[in-house]
C-alpha cells in the first residue's frame, strides 16, 4: 500500500482514500504576479511526479489547483506600473502554464480561479461570523483563533507557544485584534483598489479563505490529500484548517508538504527574499527534464541546492538514459516483473524517488550488460528501463532522430558486417562519425546517436 509522510501526525502512514481507487488532491498553485522561479518548479514536479505514479498504479487522480489572481502583491505591482491589475494576473498565468508545458508537468483537472469564488467565500465567512468565530474591525473581518482548540496543530506549536517565539515584533494591526494571531477574513478595499460587496462593505477576501472554500467547493468534506511546499504549512495551511475547524466540516485527511529550493547559503528561494533564480532562463538553457532528473534524486521533504554542479551532473545522467533508450530500440518485450516490483516497493515508501531512480540505473547497467552479452534477459529490462522512467514523467530518447542518409549507412553497415565485409563496414563507421554520430553496434545492430 502507498504510504506517504503525513505533516500533521509526522509520520509515514498509509494514503487512505474516501473512495477506494479514486484520490482527490488539492495544490496550492500561485499567485500570478511575476515569473515562476525554482521553488515554483520544484513544487509542481514533486506533485506531478506524485501523480503519474499514482495513476501508474491504476488510480485514479483528481488534482485541484488554484490560481490566486487577487492579492496584495498583484495590487502593489499594478499600482507600481500602472496597469490594470487583470493585465498582470493575465500575463502571469499565461507564462505559469507555457513553464509547466515545458517541465513536461500534467495541467491540473481544475484549475478554480479565486476571483470566480468571491461569493461563496463571503457566505462562508457569514457563517463564521453567526457562529461567533470571526469579527469585524475598521480594516476587516478576522477569525477568532481562540475559537479553534487545536490550533496550530500542523505548526506543530500551542498558541502560547507561537506567541512566547515571537518576541517584541508589532503584529500588524494588534490593537483591534482580540489575539495577535487572529487573521482576515475579508480585507477592505481602499480607494481605486478592486472589490466585491459584502455585508461587512466592499472588499476583498483574506488569501487564507481562498482555498478553503476553493478546495471545500470541489473535492468536498474529508477529501483525500492537501499539498504544498513547506513554507505554507504555516500560516497558510494551518489557517486553512482552522477555518474548516471552526465551520465544524472535516477537511483533508492527508497533509503533504515538499522542501525548499535553497541558495548557496540555504535560503529558501523566493520572490520576496529577492534571491530568485527564474525557472525561465533554466528551461531556455537546458533541457526541461534535467530539472525533474535533478529533483528525482532528491528526497521530495528535504531542501535541495541548485547549482552548475547538479544541473550538469542532471544533464549527463538524462544523456546517459537517452543514450541507453537509443542503443536498445530494436529489443522488445515484456518489462521485467521483478523488476517493477522493487520500484513498487521503493516508491510506495514515502515516494522515495532518490531509490527509485538509483534502482533505474542498476537496471540500465544490468540491460547494458544483457545487450551486450547477447542475454534473453536484456528485451525484459530495457521495457521495465522505459515503464519506470514513463511512471516518473521522463520520456527516454527524445534526441532527434538520424536522418534519412545516416540511417541508410547504418542499415548499410549491418548489411556489410552479416557478409563479413568489415573493410566496408569500418568506412561506413568513419563516415558516420565525422557527420557527428555516434556509433554503438551490438548484436541487435547498429544505433546512432548525437555526441
Known sequence: MFALYDTLTREVKPLATREPGKLGIYLCGPTVYGPPHLGHGRATLVYDILRRYLEWRGIEVRLVSNITDIDDKIIDRANRE??????ITHKC?????????RLGVKRPSDVPHATEYVEPMVGMIETLVARSAAYTTSDGVYLSVEQVPDYGALAHQSLEDMLAGGGDRDVLGAQEKRHPADFALWKFSKPGEPSWPSPWGAGRPGWHSECVVMSLELLGEGFDL???GADLRFPHHENERAQAVALGKGFARHWMHNGFVVDAEGEKMSKSLGNVTNLLDLLDRYDARAYRMLLLQTHYRSP?????????ASVKALAGLDAFAARSTALRGAPDEAVLARFVEVMDNDLDTPNAMAHVFDTVRRANFAIDSGD??????????????GALGLPLGQAA??????QAKAAALDAARAAKDFATADALRVELQDAGWIVETTKAGTTLRRG
Open 226 to 228: 492537501h499539498c504544498g
Open 93 to 101: 498565468e499565461s507564462v505559469w502554464f507555457d513553464s509547466m508545458e
Open 304 to 312: 535541495v541546492k541548485v547549482g552548475q554542479d547538479n544541473i550538469d
Open 82 to 87: 500602472s496597469r490594470a491589475w487583470q493585465d
Open 376 to 389: 534473453a534477459s536484456a528485451a525484459g529490462l530495457v521495457a521495465a528501463v522505459h515503464e519506470m522512467c
Open 401 to 406: 532522430p538520424a536522418d534519412d542518409d545516416a
